[in-house]
């Protein structure tokens, strides 16, 4: 999840379009360069945690034990999980080296990729498939990035960067927070479906067992070509989480998850 415009100044930041300038380079002859690195609060977005997994080979549950810290948001009251830092004096990314930068770089966070950017949204319509975003430069007192003659615009830094495919598989996910943010607060999703919305956003692996080895696909009339793509694709299976946890909270009536007619005896 990238920054909030929240304030240090008490001063808006000035808001930013697509086509909005601004000059920033990240290198290692930058003398901060890692500085962004440490005391940071990075929300891993589900996507993140797909990416991450893969290229330290582990499961989607040990990446989760090792890496990360469970939290409730407490704007929806959803479970969702931030980088676990090294307990040092620093409290650095578990990932970076003073050296050599990221050791996980082509597959960094989210919030990793967007920065010197953060994004805001003035209005969200998931169910249109609308977002009404607007964007903000994250000016902090170490860093010389923005010092550099670099001049990107803001769609070519997020083109560069690769958040356009996160932010679209991610989509799902957020509508979830979304909804559940603008429902009256005595609306309570219970504890198990929480376990549940943190098993199908964060542990793709339990997820895709809970579908293939349970009674789902004995519940759901879905077509054999989409159970095909859900067996072999996690971001398919991910995508196709998001939805299902979309009609069961929020009874959408997604007729994608028509419950099957059972023959009476």
């Excluded at 890692?34 to 929300?43: A, E, L, Q």
């Excluded at 931030?82 to 050791?103: E, M, N, Y």
């Excluded at 009404?132 to 860093?143: I, L, P, R, S």
Aim: hydrophobic letters at 35%.
């Amino acid at each position: 999840m990238t920054d909030t415009p929240e304030k240090t100044s008490g001063i808006p930041p000035e808001q930013m379009g697509l086509k909005s300038k601004f000059k920033f380079k990240c290198h290692k002859d930058v003398k901060c360069f890692t500085d962004c690195c440490r005391g940071i609060d990075i929300m891993l977005t589900p996507y993140d945690i797909l990416t991450m997994r893969a290229k330290l080979d582990l499961s989607s549950e040990e990446f989760l034990a090792v890496f990360t810290t469970p939290r409730i948001l407490e704007s929806a009251d959803l479970p969702v999980v931030t980088l676990k830092l090294l307990d040092d004096d620093r409290k650095s990314c578990p990932f970076v080296d003073d050296k050599d930068g990221c050791a996980v770089y082509e597959d960094r966070p989210t919030t990793c990729r967007y920065y010197p950017l953060g994004v805001g949204s003035l209005s969200y319509s998931g169910e249109q498939g609308e977002k009404d975003e607007f964007f903000f430069t994250v000016k902090e007192a170490h860093c010389f990035g923005f010092e550099e003659e670099k001049e990107w615009t803001v769609a070519e830094w997020r083109q560069d960067q690769g958040v356009d495919l996160r932010d679209t598989v991610n989509d799902g996910w957020m509508d979830l927070i979304v909804r559940k943010k603008s429902l009256p607060p005595s609306m309570k999703l219970s504890e198990e479906s929480k376990q549940m919305f943190f098993l199908v956003c964060y542990n793709i692996d339990k997820f895709r067992e809970f579908v293939f080895k349970s009674s789902f696909l004995q519940r759901y009339d879905l077509p054999a070509k989409q159970i095909e793509e859900i067996k072999k694709d996690d971001v398919k299976l991910l995508q196709f989480g998001f939805e299902w946890l979309k009609n069961t909270f929020f009874q959408t009536h997604d007729e994608a998850f028509k419950i099957k007619e059972t023959k009476e005896n």
